[in-house]
């Protein structure tokens, strides 16, 4: 029985203590571990916002505009991880068309870059898995993103040809990376053709997005995680008008060429080095 003026601290209690201080030590002292949490509640948190996001979005239905919530609610995360975002060339976002936007895909922070500049009515091409990714996927579903099925090019090139049509019929901007999968070794991985035989068959012009390497904050191999800044650059559009499906490859090459030494310029890397492509 237990007296009066003691208490007794059950076993439950004794592993709250020990997780309540062992978890904060542990944090400033591994760096993995930090590595770990910091990602964690990254995922998390985004799928928490989600909740939130998914019945103000299902107001209106499936729809681009939606995206506009998802922004708002995302745009303060780069606070929660001290990240300082510098934006250069807004300018160049002045177009009142539709474009396709391209950029380089180093992790899923570049969402950070990309809620810092998404134009209006625009919306990211993306893999299909990310539409099971529970509540964050049905946020992306409301919000119009366009999914594709990566291991079925057929499939993927006639979603593509669709939303080519829907960029012209409905004034909408399309968002890809044409990488097609995340770059983690600090370079450019050869470009998939799709985003720029979709700005030729929908005749738009193409704005190209670089943004710097986050090597100096982040390294998904190195589990290292902290404070940093990005630079983002959105460069000139690129005109499509007159070109055809011949002329593709030449498009994706050249505008590659101009983001991975854009790309170089901003992470302070010598202009020569680290291209993926000419290995
Ligand atoms: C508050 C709560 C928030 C919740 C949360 C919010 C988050 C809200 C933001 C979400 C943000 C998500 C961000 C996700 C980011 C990714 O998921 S990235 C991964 C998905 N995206 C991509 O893959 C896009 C890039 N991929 C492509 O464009 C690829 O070309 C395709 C279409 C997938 C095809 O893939 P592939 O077969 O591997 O590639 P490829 O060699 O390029 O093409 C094969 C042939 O088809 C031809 N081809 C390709 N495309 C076409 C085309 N459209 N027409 C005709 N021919 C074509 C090529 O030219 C090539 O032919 P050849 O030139 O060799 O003769
Ligand atoms: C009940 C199911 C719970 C599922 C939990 C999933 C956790 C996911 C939580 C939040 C989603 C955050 C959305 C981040 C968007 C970033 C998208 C991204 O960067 O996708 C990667 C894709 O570009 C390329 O994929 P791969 O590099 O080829 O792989």
């Known amino acids: 029985m237990q007296q009066a003026g003691t208490m007794e601290i059950s076993v439950?209690?004794?592993?709250?203590?020990?997780?309540?201080?062992?978890?904060?030590?542990?944090?400033?002292?591994?760096?993995t571990f930090k590595y770990l949490c910091k990602m964690a509640f990254y995922n998390g948190w985004?799928?928490?916002?989600?909740?939130?996001?998914?019945?103000?979005?299902?107001?209106?239905?499936?729809?681009?505009e939606n995206m506009r919530i998802l922004r708002f609610l995302l745009l303060h995360i780069k606070y929660l991880y001290g990240i300082k975002i510098e934006v250069r060339g807004w300018e160049n976002f002045s177009?009142?068309?539709?474009?396709?936007?391209?950029?380089?895909?180093?992790?899923?922070?570049?969402l950070?870059?990309?809620?810092?500049?998404?134009?209006?009515?625009?919306?990211?091409?993306?893999?299909?898995?990310?539409?099971y990714a529970g509540t964050a996927g049905l946020a992306c579903w409301l919000a119009g993103v366009i999914f594709?099925?990566?291991?079925?090019?057929?499939?993927?090139?006639?979603?593509?040809?669709?939303?080519?049509?829907?960029?012209?019929?409905?004034?909408?901007?399309?968002?890809?990376?044409?990488?097609?999968?995340?770059?983690?070794?600090?370079?450019?991985?050869?470009?998939?053709?799709?985003?720029?035989?979709?700005?030729?068959?929908?005749?738009?012009p193409i704005i190209p997005i670089v943004m710097s390497s986050y090597k100096d904050f982040y390294n998904k191999k190195e589990r290292r995680f902290t404070t940093g800044k990005c630079m983002v650059r959105i460069l000139p559009k690129v005109e499509t008008r007159g070109l055809g499906p011949d002329e593709v490859p030449e498009l994706a090459d050249s505008v590659r060429k101009m983001m991975l030494a854009t790309f170089l310029e901003l992470s302070g890397e010598p202009s020569q080095s680290r291209d993926t492509c000419s290995q």
């Open 46 to 64: 985004i799928l928490l916002l989600a909740v939130l996001a998914i019945p103000i979005c299902a107001v209106r239905g499936r729809n681009v």
């Open 12 to 31: 439950g209690q004794w592993i709250l203590i020990l997780v309540l201080i062992l978890v904060p030590l542990l944090y400033e002292w591994s760096a």
């Open 95 to 110: 177009l009142k068309e539709p474009y396709v936007v391209v950029s380089n895909h180093q992790s899923e922070l570049d």
């Open 148 to 204: 594709i099925n990566r291991k079925k090019t057929d499939d993927a090139i006639s979603v593509m040809s669709e939303a080519a049509q829907t960029m012209l019929r409905e004034d909408v901007r399309v968002w890809v990376f044409p990488e097609g999968t995340r770059n983690h070794d600090g370079s450019m991985l050869p470009f998939k053709r799709g985003a720029f035989h979709l700005a030729v068959q929908a005749q738009v």
């Open 112 to 131: 950070l870059g990309m809620m810092e500049i998404l134009p209006n009515r625009c919306v990211p091409i993306a893999k299909r898995e990310l539409m």
